[in-house]
Structure formats: C-alpha cells, structure tokens
C-alpha cells in the first residue's frame, strides 16, 4: 500500500496529525477504497466495463450513490457523480471496448499463426508458405472495418465534445468564478456577492430536477489547471482568458481535485475542496457567508496586530479597516473552512499556530512570508481569526 503513495505525502506524514494524515493518504490512494466499498478488485472492475460496453453502450447508466458528509477520496474517471464526468466516463468505455477488441482480433489471429506455423523439427519441410499478392478481399477487409471504426469514433467523439461544452444553461443555474493563483483558489459567487477561497461549496443535483453550476476559471498569474475527476474532465486557468466548464454533482459529500499544470513549487499542495450541499444545506451556508463579522472586543488585541504587522495588505477581511488585500485568500469566514493553505493542513489550533508562526514551515515556497511574529502576537492573531467563521 505505501508504495502507492508519492513520497512527498510520505515526508509530510511527521508533520501532520493522524487524523489529517488519513485524509491526505485517501486522497491519494487507489487501493482501499476499492477494496472495502466493491465487492470486486480492479480486474473484476476492467473486465466488467468492457462486458458491460459491449452489452449496449448507449442503454448503460451508473447509478448515483447518494452518502452524506463523504469524503469522496477516490479521485477517479471511472467513478463518475455528476452529468460531464459520467458522460465523459461513457466514452472512454467505449473506446477501451473498441480498443480491447481490436487487440483480441489482432493478438489472437498473430497467436494462431505463431502456434499453427511454427517450426515443427526434423519432419519439418522447410517450405515457405503460399505467397499472396494483390487479393482484393484482403486489402479491403484490413481497410474498410478500420476505416468505419475510426468515423465511428469521431462522430462519437464529436457528439460528446459538443455535450460538454455547450450545455443548455437554465436561469437556475449557479454562476461561479474560479481564480487560480499560486498556490490557492480563489472563489467568487457573482450572484451572491460571495467570496471565499479553496473550498467550493456548490448545490446538489439530480437526473430528473437539474441544478448545473456554471464555473468560470480564470487566472492571477500563471496556468493551473482545475481536476475534480468525479466531477468533470481537466479545464485550463489561463492568464487574461475565460475558460468555463460546469458540473452537475447527483451525490452530496466532499469532492477532492488537484491542480493539474505544474505552476511552481506548490503546485502539489494547491488541493481542491468541492462541497456538494443539498438545496437548503446550501442556501444556509450562502446566508452565512453573507454574514459581515462583529467586532469582538475580546479579540481587539489581535484584529490590530493583524493590522498592524501588514496582514491587511494581502487578506481581505468584510467589515476590518485596513484589510483590503486580493493577494491572499479572502479571510472574512476563515475558521468556517476546513483546511489552511489550499488543503495543505487542517485548520486547527495547532496548525494555524504553526503558519502563522512561519508559513514557509507547512507550505515552502508559498507566497506567504514569515512575518517574524512573536508567540505572543501569533496567539492574539489566532485568536482574532476564530471569530471569522
Ligand atoms: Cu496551480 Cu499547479
């Protein structure tokens, strides 16, 4: 099983607590959720898409798997939970169907040939095998089949691109802007004045009452790249250019993605976060995040060395003078997300004391520098962010 994990998730393991540790493990594993939700292994799995290909491609459907508050760790094209990725799942069964069976016709006539004429010893007659040039029935049987095969792919292929990229919008539908920066998502919901970073809660939908959400993916910087394979293929965050992809998730729980262009030295730690609510779970964490903060006399103290010590510069905190910053991620509902530094650790004390104290110690390379804050400040500080929620 530790073979399977990057080494680098190996390194972090001592710097992590046990719990985090089986999150960051899950999320790169392959092996054990197989093994204890399928009641098949992985090989079952291949030869079952290809039966099941080939007992009628267009009949088939997976069935939606609706669990609440799942970490839905496996990140894999063939566990599709929402419309493009199940779309995108069909074709490629598809074309493995295809492919497997070009193989069985290919390996297996090359099998027969190899067994039937091979040297036989001494009652051998050395003969070469009848030549054949020129018949028409060969050349068309290795020309024609292939030939239909490929426009088969290609109008397939042409069917499901448009599918994909030109869905049909209802006015219901959710509008989200994604902003890729190093090493963080920014998250921006037009329709609500909402702004929030690296966890993108989005509303539930289903087959029959479809709720898409649109996401607009943009970039402060360089290329990343947007991966939720559950949830739809790769989209590229390109500088000074709109790209847009959207999901439609049937089952609710936690979805985790990575960034997929290497953009620096973080580009592994920029981890995503999509939270699918149903409905109402939704629309109260949309009024939540609405909420403006009340200042807290009790925490004074740290909202000012915020402050103070140039916090404000980069983080944008709703209702806080002085902290106005698009640089770093919009703190205004901090102790309300999960994780601290895109996904990189859980945003507990223990941590949030440890990144505030130096970032460069979580997350090397971040753009966030070691303010050279004293314990004493680092504490009013965490203090003042357990009141963003
Ligand atoms: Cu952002 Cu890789």
């Not at 990057?6 to 392959?30: A, F, M, T």
């Not at 020309?143 to 088969?152: A, G, R, S, Y």
């Not at 959400?213 to 910087?221: F, G, H, K, N, V």
């Not at 110690?361 to 504490?379: A, F, R, W």
Request: aromatic share 8%; with cysteine; net charge neutral.
């Amino acid at each position: 099983m530790r073979a399977l994990i990057p080494r680098c998730w190996l390194l972090r393991e001592r710097s992590v607590g046990k719990e985090w540790q089986e999150g960051i493990v899950l999320n790169h594993q392959y092996t054990r959720y197989s093994l204890a939700t399928r009641s098949s292994g992985r090989g079952w799995q291949l030869l079952g898409f290809t039966v099941a290909a080939l007992a009628g491609f267009l009949s088939w459907a997976p069935v939606a798997r609706a669990q609440d508050s799942t970490i839905r760790a496996i990140q894999n094209i063939f566990d599709p939970l929402s419309a493009p990725a199940e779309t995108l799942y069909q074709i490629s069964i598809l074309v493995m169907a295809v492919c497997a069976g070009i193989f069985l016709v290919v390996g297996g006539l090359l099998t027969y040939a190899i067994v039937r004429y091979r040297r036989r010893g001494p009652e051998d007659d050395h003969e070469e095998p009848p030549q054949v040039y020129g018949s028409a029935a060969i050349e068309l049987a290795w020309t024609v089949p292939p030939i239909l095969i490929v426009v088969m792919l290609v109008l397939v292929t042409a069917r499901t691109i448009g599918e994909i990229q030109h869905p049909k919008m209802t006015e219901a539908a959710e509008e989200i802007r994604v902003i890729g920066h190093r090493f963080w998502w920014e998250v921006r919901y037009p329709k609500h004045d909402v702004v929030t970073a690296n966890e993108i809660h989005v509303p539930l939908s289903s087959r029959t009452n479809h709720v898409p959400t649109q996401m607009i993916l943009e970039s402060a910087d360089v290329i990343h790249g947007f991966w939720v394979p559950q949830l739809n293929g790769k989209t590229m965050l390109v500088p000074n250019y709109r790209n847009t992809m959207w999901i439609e998730p049937y089952a609710t729980g936690i979805y985790l993605g990575n960034c997929t262009v290497l953009c620096g030295q973080q580009h592994a730690n920029m981890l995503i976060r999509v939270v699918v609510d149903t409905p109402e779970v939704y629309q109260k964490w949309l009024a939540a995040q609405k909420q403006v903060p009340v200042s807290d006399a009790q925490v004074a103290e740290g909202q000012q060395q915020f402050i103070s010590n140039s916090c404000g510069t980069c983080h944008h905190i709703e209702n806080s003078r002085g902290a106005t910053g698009v640089f770093g991620p919009d703190l205004t509902h901090f102790s309300g997300r999960a994780t601290l530094g895109s996904g990189v650790a859980p945003n507990d004390n223990e941590h949030l004391r440890s990144w505030l104290t130096n970032p460069q110690d979580l997350k090397p390379g971040c753009l966030m520098p070691n303010m050279q804050l004293n314990s004493k400040q680092v504490d009013s500080i965490l203090a003042y962010l357990r009141t963003l929620k």
